[in-house]
């Protein structure tokens, strides 16, 4: 079943939000700002990033959206914040787990929907936060630490919506209470940008209001320009998410569905679960396979994007093993393969559905083959391919003229998932 046919009501809602329409940034403008190209040049670069859904929703094991579907009122809710004590939470672990995958970048949900702040947060309603329940432990400190000692750029979630104000629901009826979830969203970006060193990337989502409308609808609550440029007094090079109300700096497609269509020319972002199911720790287990997860990123790096791929660690902190050991796997591909994705961008040839994408950096283009063909017909390139190769594998027989480029591939060519060639230019395409 497909993740669409899985979700329902205002969960599935907010993942169709979120489905970027590709052609037009939605979110209100702010002058200056989206950084600059040179500015988000590392983001672009490094292509492959794990995404973390990790709070009280662990317990339930049954999705991040738990509290909400299952009508539990905030104040039962709240009693799993007197259980969870995660005794295997090591942040150190889950970077060298993100390493291992070829990941470079890490976004953890600070504060999921559900209102329970993973850190010491003064700004917090009700004092919900992770150091003030029975867990006694800052985990943002903990996780951007491992981060920074690793060198591993660090991001953070935040989601100003809060289920448990009555505001959020019915701001007409609860002006004050809608204040009051504000108030709390910009103290809580002030402590997350103030206090934790070095912070790349802000991952708002949810700033809609009622689960209705888009979030840009909600600028009048949040005044996301103003909120994000108190973000950015804080930390100037902050790689910012769209979902704010804000158009932010890139574009983010949700969901696990392929990524098809041309080469989207601004920076983007798909984020899908490794885990079918749901991004927080869920009972049920579907796990991507390693050729799935392959198959994705080469489709989304070929169109110009990165990937966001999510884990959910247990009630205990943990990254189950069996997702430990699918992310090596990705990564002992990342090895042999990275050089085809890291540090590139997408082209010279636009993307043929199911049939090949291209990636280019310097006078290399790599060709993802996605297909079986023993013959790759590619259109028309201007500079000269002065040799083309197998990624670790064998030359390729190739023929360009100016009605294309044809590439034989012979049997035997490693083909898992699919093949990488590189063509020598003599010039940058
Ligand atoms: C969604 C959901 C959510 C998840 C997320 C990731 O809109 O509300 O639970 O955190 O987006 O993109």
């Given at each position: 079943m497909s993740e669409v046919e899985t979700l329902t009501g205002d969960e599935l809602a907010s993942k169709l939000k979120n489905n970027v329409v590709f052609n037009r940034r939605l979110g209100v403008k702010g002058d200056g700002l989206r950084l600059t190209p040179e500015e988000m040049a590392w983001w672009q670069d490094a292509k492959f990033g794990m995404f973390i859904h990790w709070g009280l929703y662990a317990i339930p094991a049954d999705g991040e959206w738990y509290m909400h579907f299952s009508k539990m009122p905030a104040e039962q809710y709240a009693k799993y914040a007197d259980e969870f004590k995660p005794s295997r939470f090591d942040a150190r672990a889950w970077v060298r787990t993100a390493q291992s995958a070829g990941m470079k970048y890490m976004v953890l949900t600070a504060r999921h929907h559900d209102g329970y702040a993973l850190w010491d947060s003064p700004a917090s309603y009700g004092n919900y936060c992770s150091t003030k329940t029975a867990a006694k432990r800052d985990f943002v400190a903990e996780y951007t630490q491992a981060c920074h000692e690793a060198g591993m750029r660090a991001g953070l979630y935040y989601s100003p919506m809060d289920w448990r104000f009555p505001g959020y629901f019915k701001p007409d009826e609860f002006p004050e209470n809608a204040q009051l979830m504000k108030k709390q969203c910009w103290g809580q970006i002030e402590e997350l940008m103030r206090n934790y060193g070095q912070i790349d990337v802000l991952w708002y989502d949810g700033a809609w209001l009622a689960h209705k409308g888009t979030d840009a609808d909600a600028a009048w609550l949040w005044e996301p320009v103003k909120l994000n440029a108190m973000a950015r007094s804080h930390q100037p090079k902050v790689v910012i998410s769209p979902r704010s109300g804000w158009e932010g700096d890139f574009g983010t497609d949700e969901g696990g569905h392929s990524a098809a269509g041309p080469i989207i020319d601004w920076p983007w972002e798909k984020c899908l679960n490794l885990n079918r199911p749901s991004w927080g720790f869920n009972h049920e287990q579907d796990l991507m396979t390693r050729d799935e997860v392959i198959v994705m990123l080469v489709n989304v790096v070929g169109r110009g994007g990165n990937v966001l791929l999510n884990v959910g660690p247990d009630r205990e902190g943990e990254i189950p093993p069996a997702h430990v050991e699918r992310l090596r796997e990705v990564g002992a591909w990342m090895e042999q393969f990275g050089t085809s994705i890291y540090g590139t961008r997408a082209g010279p040839f636009q993307p043929a559905e199911k049939r090949y994408c291209s990636t280019k950096r310097g006078k290399s283009v790599f060709v993802h083959v996605l297909d079986g063909a023993a013959k790759l017909e590619l259109p028309p390139l201007e500079p000269k391919v002065l040799a083309c190769a197998a990624l670790h594998g064998p030359a390729l027989k190739h023929t360009q003229s100016e009605t294309g480029l044809a590439i034989e591939l012979p049997p035997g060519?490693?083909?898992?998932?699919l093949a990488v060639l590189e063509l020598q230019l003599d010039r940058p395409a």
């Amino acid at each position: 079943m497909s993740e669409v046919e899985t979700l329902t009501g205002d969960e599935l809602a907010s993942k169709l939000k979120n489905n970027v329409v590709f052609n037009r940034r939605l979110g209100v403008k702010g002058d200056g700002l989206r950084l600059t190209p040179e500015e988000m040049a590392w983001w672009q670069d490094a292509k492959f990033g794990m995404f973390i859904h990790w709070g009280l929703y662990a317990i339930p094991a049954d999705g991040e959206w738990y509290m909400h579907f299952s009508k539990m009122p905030a104040e039962q809710y709240a009693k799993y914040a007197d259980e969870f004590k995660p005794s295997r939470f090591d942040a150190r672990a889950w970077v060298r787990t993100a390493q291992s995958a070829g990941m470079k970048y890490m976004v953890l949900t600070a504060r999921h929907h559900d209102g329970y702040a993973l850190w010491d947060s003064p700004a917090s309603y009700g004092n919900y936060c992770s150091t003030k329940t029975a867990a006694k432990r800052d985990f943002v400190a903990e996780y951007t630490q491992a981060c920074h000692e690793a060198g591993m750029r660090a991001g953070l979630y935040y989601s100003p919506m809060d289920w448990r104000f009555p505001g959020y629901f019915k701001p007409d009826e609860f002006p004050e209470n809608a204040q009051l979830m504000k108030k709390q969203c910009w103290g809580q970006i002030e402590e997350l940008m103030r206090n934790y060193g070095q912070i790349d990337v802000l991952w708002y989502d949810g700033a809609w209001l009622a689960h209705k409308g888009t979030d840009a609808d909600a600028a009048w609550l949040w005044e996301p320009v103003k909120l994000n440029a108190m973000a950015r007094s804080h930390q100037p090079k902050v790689v910012i998410s769209p979902r704010s109300g804000w158009e932010g700096d890139f574009g983010t497609d949700e969901g696990g569905h392929s990524a098809a269509g041309p080469i989207i020319d601004w920076p983007w972002e798909k984020c899908l679960n490794l885990n079918r199911p749901s991004w927080g720790f869920n009972h049920e287990q579907d796990l991507m396979t390693r050729d799935e997860v392959i198959v994705m990123l080469v489709n989304v790096v070929g169109r110009g994007g990165n990937v966001l791929l999510n884990v959910g660690p247990d009630r205990e902190g943990e990254i189950p093993p069996a997702h430990v050991e699918r992310l090596r796997e990705v990564g002992a591909w990342m090895e042999q393969f990275g050089t085809s994705i890291y540090g590139t961008r997408a082209g010279p040839f636009q993307p043929a559905e199911k049939r090949y994408c291209s990636t280019k950096r310097g006078k290399s283009v790599f060709v993802h083959v996605l297909d079986g063909a023993a013959k790759l017909e590619l259109p028309p390139l201007e500079p000269k391919v002065l040799a083309c190769a197998a990624l670790h594998g064998p030359a390729l027989k190739h023929t360009q003229s100016e009605t294309g480029l044809a590439i034989e591939l012979p049997p035997g060519l490693d083909r898992s998932p699919l093949a990488v060639l590189e063509l020598q230019l003599d010039r940058p395409a």
